[in-house]
C-alpha cells in the first residue's frame, strides 16, 4: 500500500485474466491478488479486465434502458414495488434521499475534505432526480430465507417493444458482469490471505441486482444538477460498465481527493467497495464514496448526441451491478483483518490523515444490515 507518496489519481487496472488462466499458485497470480486487495485497502475502488465482457453487450444493454425508461410515468409505474422497498422493479425519480445529508459520521468526512474536494451540497436533503431499475441475478438457496423481502421474483415490462428484449439483455449482460465481480471477491481473498473462495461462497446466494440507474437529461441536464448525492453502497461489491455520458465522481479512501471516473473502452470495468466489505473486514476495506452529477463533460456530451441521435431518447444510463453477500449470513468481522486494519489506521494517522472516529462494526445477519441501510435512504418504511 502507497503511503508516505502522494498517490495516482490514476485507479490501479486489475487484470482478471491472469487469474483465470495462470496457475493459482504462481508468483504472477498472486502478485496480481495482492495489487487487487491493496487497491481495495487503498482506493476503494480499481478498475477491472475481464476478457469475456463484450461492449457490444453493453451498448445493447445501453440501448434497452433508454427506450424503457423514455416511457410515460404511469407506464413506468406499473413496475413500482414499494410494499418490496423498491428492492426489486422501478423506483422512480424522487424516491431515494442520499444517506450522507443527515448522517454525522458522513457529513464528518466532506468536513474534513478541502472545500475544492468537496460533493455538491447535499444539505438540502432532497430525493435524488434519477430512476432506477432492480433485476435480480440469484441462485435460490436450499433454506427458507428469513429475509423474503429481500429476495422477491423479477418484473418483467409489459410495453411490446421492451418485454422480448427485456429477459435476454439484461440475464446477458448482468451474467457478464456478475462472472467478473465473483472472480475479483476470488483475487481479493487471496491477496488478503484468505482462502478464494471466502467471499465468494459466503455471497452465493446473495441477492445481487443489476441495477441500471436512469437520469433524464431532458430535465436534469444543467450544470450542478445532482442526479446522485454523495453516499456509499450498502452491498459487497459494486461494479460498472461505462454510461455514454461522464458526471460520476469517486473519493479515493487516502486522497482527500475528487476522482471524475473515465472507464477505458472495451473489456473494462470500475469496482468499488461497499459497506457489507468494509464490515467484513473490520474497516480494513472501507466502502467507497461517490456521486453522479451534471458537470461540463457532461453537457458537451449531450450536445454531442442531440446532434449524432436525435431520434435517441436523453437519458443517462448507468451500467451498474449490486454483488451482495447472502441474506442470512451472518456479518461478522474476520479478526485477522480487523487487527491490520487497526494498523493501517494507525499508520495513516501518523501520517497526519485522520479518518474520524473509529467505526464498531456488530455483529448481524446481512438481511438486517440491508434493511437498516434501507431505512436510512427512505426505500423501506421504519
Request: one cysteine or more; charged letters at 25%.
Amino acid at each position: 500500500m502507497v503511503e508516505s507518496q502522494e498517490l495516482s489519481m490514476d485507479l490501479p487496472v486489475i487484470d482478471l485474466d491472469v487469474f483465470l488462466h495462470k496457475p493459482r499458485d504462481s508468483a504472477e497470480v498472486q502478485a496480481e491478488c495482492e495489487k487487487a486487495a491493496n487497491a481495495l485497502i487503498t482506493y476503494g475502488a480499481l478498475v477491472l479486465r475481464d476478457s469475456r465482457v463484450s461492449e457490444d453487450d453493453n451498448t445493447t444493454f445501453l440501448d434497452l434502458l433508454e427506450d424503457y425508461f423514455a416511457q410515460p410515468e404511469a407506464d413506468l409505474k406499473k413496475d413500482e414495488r414499494p410494499e418490496l422497498s423498491y428492492q426489486i422493479g422501478v423506483t422512480l425519480e424522487n424516491t431515494e434521499k442520499p444517506k450522507c445529508a443527515v448522517d454525522e459520521p458522513c457529513l464528518n468526512v466532506i468536513e474534513r475534505l478541502a472545500p475544492s474536494e468537496r460533493p455538491l451540497d447535499i444539505m438540502g436533503h432532497e430525493p435524488d432526480p434519477k430512476c432506477r431499475f432492480f433485476w435480480r441475478m440469484v441462485e435460490a438457496p436450499p433454506y427458507k430465507t428469513q429475509f423474503p423481502g429481500l429476495n422477491a421474483d423479477n418484473i418483467t415490462p409489459d410495453a411490446p417493444h421492451i418485454k422480448e428484449r427485456w429477459g435476454p439483455v439484461m440475464n446477458q449482460w448482468g451474467t457478464s458482469m456478475k462472472n467478473a465481480v465473483e472472480g475479483l471477491t476470488q483475487m481479493a481473498a487471496v491477496g488478503l490471505g484468505l482462502p478464494a473462495d471466502t467471499f465468494k461462497d459466503a455471497g452465493r446466494y446473495g441477492p445481487h441486482l443489476l441495477a441500471p440507474t436512469a437520469s433524464d437529461l431532458e430535465k436534469y441536464g444543467k450544470v450542478n444538477t445532482i442526479l446522485a448525492g454523495f453516499h456509499t453502497d450498502l452491498n459487497f461489491l459494486t461494479i460498472h460498465g461505462r454510461s455514454r455520458y461522464p458526471g460520476l465522481h469517486i473519493w479515493a479512501r487516502n486522497t482527500g481527493r475528487k476522482i471524475p471516473v473515465k472507464i477505458p473502452q472495451g473489456n473494462f470495468l470500475l469496482v468499488q467497495a461497499g459497506k457489507q466489505l468494509e464490515h467484513i473486514t473490520g474497516g480494513l476495506i472501507k466502502a467507497g464514496y461517490h456521486e453522479v452529477v451534471v458537470n461540463e463533460s457532461t453537457v458537451k456530451v449531450i450536445n454531442d448526441r442531440k446532434e449524432k441521435f436525435p431520434d435517441r431518447p436523453l437519458v443517462r444510463i448507468s451500467s451498474t451491478f449490486f454483488w451482495h453477500l447472502s441474506s442470512d449470513y451472518d456479518l461478522v468481522p474476520i479478526p485477522e483483518l480487523k487487527t491490520k486494519a487497526k494498523e493501517v489506521r494507525a499508520a495513516q494517522f501518523n501520517l497526519g490523515k485522520d479518518e474520524g472516529e473509529e467505526v464498531e462494526y456488530p455483529p448481524l445477519k446481512v438481511g438486517e444490515q440491508v434493511s437498516n441501510e434501507l431505512k436510512h435512504i427512505a426505500l423501506m418504511a421504519k
